[in-house]
C-alpha cells in the first residue's frame, strides 16, 4: 500500500516555463489538495477535489490549474512559472466528509529560476 | 481571514520531560481540531484531533487539550523521545473535512 504518490520529488523550471505535478492515492479516497509550504507559513491549500471530475479553489489558487479524471489521481499545473512559485508542494487525501485524518505524500521540492 | 496560530516558534526540551506545543485559533466556528508532525523531508502525517464539544482527548504518550474560553489548543507529549523531534502543526476544519487550515508550526527539538 503505497499511500500518496507524488511526482516528481524536485524540479527547476526557468521562469514562463509550464509543468504537471502528479498526485496519485491507492486508498480509495475520495478527498485529494494540493497544498504549498512555505517557511513561516505553514500550508496553504491551492485547490482541492471532492470527487472525480471535480475541482474548486482554495486559498491561494491564482497560478495554478488542476485537474480531477480519475478519482486516483489529482494533477497540479503551473501553466506560466514565477519564482514566486518556488516552495514545497503537497498532496494529500482523505476518505469522506468530516474525515480530519488526511494522508500527506512526501512534497515536491520546485524552484523557478 | 481566519487563522490558526502558535505562541512559540521553537521549543526545546530534555528527552523524558514532558513537552507541551501551544495553538491559538481564531475561528469559533471550526469543528475538529487536529495536530499534525512533520518530521524533516516527508509530509505531514496525523496525530490526533478533538472535536470541538470535547475539552480532552488522549491518545499514545499524546494529549490534546481544548479551551474555547480563551480559543487556545494544545499538544501534551509524555516521556518525549529523539522521535517526536519534528515540526508540529495544528489545524482546524469546519464539519465537511474539505479544508484544513493550517497554523505556521512549532519545531520541537528533543534534547539528549
Known amino acids: 500500500n503505497a499511500g500518496v504518490t507524488q511526482t516528481p520529488k524536485f524540479r527547476v523550471l526557468k521562469t514562463g516555463q509550464s509543468m504537471t505535478l502528479l498526485c496519485a492515492q491507492d486508498?480509495?479516497?475520495?478527498?485529494m489538495y494540493w497544498y504549498r509550504q512555505d517557511p513561516g507559513m505553514g500550508l496553504r491549500l491551492i485547490h482541492y477535489?471532492?470527487?472525480?471530475?471535480?475541482?474548486a479553489k482554495g486559498e491561494v489558487p491564482d497560478g495554478y490549474n488542476v485537474s480531477r479524471l480519475k478519482k486516483q489521481n489529482f494533477l497540479l499545473g503551473l501553466e506560466s512559472a514565477a519564482p514566486s512559485q518556488t516552495s514545497v508542494y503537497f498532496c494529500?487525501?482523505?476518505?469522506?466528509?468530516?474525515?480530519?485524518?488526511?494522508?500527506f505524500g512526501q512534497g515536491t521540492r520546485l524552484t523557478v529560476v | 481571514g481566519e487563522s490558526v496560530g502558535l505562541h512559540l516558534p521553537t521549543l526545546s526540551v530534555q528527552e523524558g520531560d514532558n513537552s507541551i506545543i501551544n495553538c491559538a485559533y481564531s475561528?469559533?466556528?471550526?469543528?475538529?481540531f487536529i495536530w499534525y508532525k512533520q518530521e524533516s523531508g516527508k509530509g505531514p502525517q496525523f496525530i490526533i484531533d478533538?472535536?470541538?464539544?470535547?475539552d480532552k482527548r488522549q491518545g499514545q504518550r499524546v494529549t490534546v487539550l481544548l479551551n474555547k474560553t480563551v480559543k487556545h489548543l494544545s499538544l501534551q507529549i509524555a516521556a518525549t523521545q529523539p522521535g517526536d523531534s519534528a515540526v508540529y502543526f495544528c489545524a482546524e476544519t469546519g464539519n465537511y473535512g474539505q479544508n484544513f487550515v493550517f497554523g505556521p508550526g512549532t519545531r520541537l527539538s528533543v534534547l539528549p
Open positions: 475561528n469559533s466556528a471550526s469543528d475538529y
Open positions: 478533538i472535536r470541538s464539544n470535547m
Open positions: 486508498m480509495n479516497h475520495e478527498y
Open positions: 477535489s471532492v470527487g472525480e471530475g471535480t475541482t
Open positions: 494529500a487525501s482523505s476518505y469522506v466528509t468530516g474525515d480530519t485524518e488526511a494522508f
